[in-house]
């Protein structure tokens, strides 16, 4: 069967399609991970710097994962993103990255994903994306460089192992002709519309909508404490809610917690 050839990603036309938001693109064929290469360099690179590669050797997901990223099958991207430190709007920023791409998606593809907290994306029970945040404060904490790597599975591919029951694609849902150019352009002008907004109800709410919470009790391990729950929403500080069956309700951070 003969492979359909996709555009590639364009280095040009990222530039100047988000020149006014003031992205500047390094686009490459492959890398260890894009995230690693920011994080190297993070001293020397700009606010709004967007690395981006066709392939990855040694993607990597949260809680030490790999992330598999074939050769211009998927968008494999990291943006650093500098700004003032706030404990509280990190936290926000974790999750309205997530919406960012939930929004993009749905405006070029029509398709409608569900975030699974924080920032894991689904479709139909599939995961399609994945975001990887990572931080470095500055000696006196007042400011926060935090690389923002996501990768999203664009085309059909194959999947090996238990991934694949697990992991879909976009376009496995999707009939349409599918640019991995437009989606990240959109992306990213979501990202810098919603990003760095403080917290309002109006977004958290927006959030809410995507966000599909499990309606089973879950065995939550909150540092050596493992007890049962069910999850409840986000609150205003951008923490997780959970109910035990004693009617307590705990604050749960990504940090702190595994599903076991
Ligand atoms: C996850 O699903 O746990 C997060 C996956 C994040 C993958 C992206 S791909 C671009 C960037 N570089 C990496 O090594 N990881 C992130």
Known sequence: MN???????????????????GFEFEIVNEIDSTNSSIKKRLNSLNHKFVLAAEAQTKGRGRQNRSFVSHESKGIYCSVLWKMPFDAQQVRWFSLMSALALAQAILKVTG???????PNDLYL????????????ELNPEQTEIAL?????????????????????????????????????LIEILKEFDKTCEIPYTSES???????NRLPQKKLRIQKNDYTFEAYLLGINEEGYME???ENGEIMSLTVEEIHFV
């Open 124 to 135: 139909r029970g599939k995961k399609i994306a994945g975001i990887l945040i990572e931080s």
């Open 3 to 21: 492979e359909i050839k996709h555009p590639l990603l364009n280095q040009n036309e990222l530039n100047l399609a988000l020149k006014e938001q």
């Open 111 to 117: 398709l409608r994903v569900d975030i699974k907290w």
């Open 204 to 210: 958290r709410l927006t959030y809410s909508r995507f």
């Open 242 to 244: 959970c109910i035990k």
């Open 147 to 183: 690389i923002l790597g996501f990768g999203i599975n664009v085309y059909k591919q194959d999947f090996e192992g238990e991934l694949k029951d697990k992991v879909g694609t976009l376009e496995d849902f999707c009939d349409l002709s599918l640019d991995r150019n437009k989606l």
